[in-house]
């Protein structure tokens, strides 16, 4: 029999009733409410303790375990065990896999939080210091947690009062109201703003194909956007336009495809290969305006990272996945809301990064891809099924006449 204790908004984010359903959901595990206060304020914090059995020993462990992972705490837990990697990019077989949450470990005993939440990954122990360290990125002879003994997380909390925001990351459908979830929408990005923190967009290429580049340039001009991350098409095809007028050979005037067009995206790969880059395309007078311009304009953190499909690709894109994973983590402290639009694989990619404290807005016309994201682990995800050229302008047009309301630039 072990004990387990729970704190926080655990009725209003659903925590409790995790619990109780991972307790009731193995037929060897049983369970004793010993103590149970709900908050009476809105800001007050619920406790609940509980005693936990299991037909055996093995069973009981891995049922904590379990129970860890969403929030719980097992008051008599040791020190955090560690092994030594083998060699680089090795962990010992039984290293401790992390969430994206706020994750702490047992040092000396102390609880220690863990910097860098990130999913996926392992923590390495340096001393008194705790770090989420990717697979590649571990070296011989580090200090890798194991097992979940003296690990503890701190699942998301929900404050009793709900705000549109929290309240419409519930469901996927097309059905929300765009209009007041985009307001919102603007108001948490100038706060964010105001606080200090950047605002990402991870885009696709139908950013450009569907017209709304002109929008996304002025969010980064205006400085409403500071972080871009993407691929070698959403970059290549915003270049295409500036230099042709088209997206992948089709007028974005009129939508109709122009005459040989379909070279048009080949021939400005090469025109920005030949100069060395997009920075010198600038400087040489070449491209004076649209996405990219205006990012490196900016000097924003531009991320792009390649895939076995990419035509060209422009000098500027990173083609070792790892190196453009170390890139993207450079950045990720720093971030405070990212905008996922129209791009399922660098969504789900970048999300896997983004710690559980990150606003995100997952954006496409497919309900799909929206879905997806949240299924692999990005639980905070806020999705909102629409044509992507909507949502940049609508977002554009809200936070305009938010700021003018806040009387900030």
Known sequence: MREIELRGHILDSGVFG?????????DRARYTIDDFVVGRTESEPSTARLRIEADTAVALEELLDALRDIGAVVPDDTDAVTEPAPKDGVMPDDFYATTNLETEVRIRETWTPVALPEMDCSVVIDGDTASTVAPSDVRKGDRVVVGHEGVRVRALQRPRKKQVFEFMSSTVSSEKPKER???????????IRAAGKRVLVVGGPAIVHTGAGKYLERLIRDDFVSALFAGNALALHDIESQFFGTSLGVNLDDAFPVEEGHV???????????????????DAGMLRAGIMYQAYAKNIPVVLAGSIRDDGPLPDVILDIVEAQRAMRRYVPEIGMALMVGTLLHSIAVGNLLPASCKVICVDINPASV?????????????????????????????????SKAGTP
């Open 371 to 403: 879905t997806k994201l949240t299924d692999r682990g990005s639980t905070q995800t806020i999705g909102l099924v629409m044509d992507v050229d909507s949502f940049l302008r609508e977002l554009y047009q809200a936070l305009g006449r938010t700021a």
């Open 264 to 282: 048009h995206h080949l021939r400005a790969v090469n025109r920005i290969r030949a100069v060395g880059g997009i920075r010198p395309a600038m």
């Open 18 to 26: 995790r619990v109780l359903e991972v307790i009731m959901d193995n």
């Open 181 to 191: 979830l985009i307001a919102e929408i603007a108001r948490e990005l100038l706060a």
